[in-house]
C-alpha cells in the first residue's frame, strides 16, 4: 500500500502494482480500480 503526500488519517490508500489483480481480490476486497495502474481501498484497520 501507499499513500499520496496530502493523504489523512481515514483517508483511501493505494494499492501498489507490485499486488496482482488476483492478489488484491483476496487481500483487499471491494477495492477500486480508477486505472490500470491505480486502484484504491479504505484504510486498513
Keep these: 500500500m ?3 503526500a496530502d493523504w ?13 489483480d488476483e492478489d488484491a481480490k483476496t487481500l483487499f476486497p471491494g477495492f477500486v480500480t480508477h ?3 491505480l486502484r484504491t481501498t ?4
Excluded at 489523512?8 to 496482482?20: L, W
Excluded at 479504505?42 to 484497520?45: A, D, L, M, N, R
Design 42 to 45: 479504505g484504510q486498513p484497520t
Design 2 to 4: 501507499a499513500t499520496p
Design 35 to 37: 486505472k490500470p495502474y
Design 8 to 20: 489523512k488519517q481515514g483517508q483511501d490508500v493505494i494499492i501498489t502494482t507490485a499486488v496482482s
